[in-house]
């Protein structure tokens, strides 16, 4: 009995959070591996959530969606197309990125933000636009990420909200990316 009960306030704060329940979706068929990192109000497609499989060390930003299945073709054939979606090991997915049907985005992948993916992006590269296309590969991508990096601009973690940043800190992180246009935060 308490189990049950349980199990309805966890739906009921899911719903209210508007975060998808993952261990109904595994329950379901959505294949899920280790250290999966889903920011708030992520979609996975509910209806076909066991045509979706997410590797290992994934992050998906604020609103991202996975969807499995099209209707937009049922009025008038009477069918939704189906379509299995693959995200490799070490992706990380942009906030407010869509993922198609028949989406398959390989290892050691990064899509940038707004991106709407239809098709496969390979194993190492960075991926981004409406439909994404390829960048460069994801060395090349952190290769000119790490050039960037100084000592002066870059914040270990007593400068994120999880550890109660100060004022000061903020002030000085704010000064810092104006001055060199980025900065970085462990």
Known sequence: MKAAIRSIVSRFIDRLRDEPNLPR???????????????????????????ISIGDDV?????????????????????TR?????IGDRVFIGASTTILPGADIGNDCIIG??????????AGYVAAGNPARILMTTDEYLTKQQARMTDANCFDESFTVSRHVQRPQKEQMITTTDEQGFSFVK
């Open 25 to 51: 979706l595994k329950k379901m068929g959505l294949v899920v591996g280790r250290n999966l990192k889903m920011m708030s109000q992520c979609r996975i497609d509910f209806a076909h959530c066991w045509h």
């Open 59 to 79: 992050t998906l930003a604020p609103r991202v969606h996975i969807l499995a299945h099209d209707a937009s073709m049922h009025t008038h054939l009477g069918y």
């Open 82 to 86: 189906i379509g299995n979606v693959r």
């Open 113 to 122: 933000a707004g991106s709407v993916v239809s098709r496969s992006i390979p």
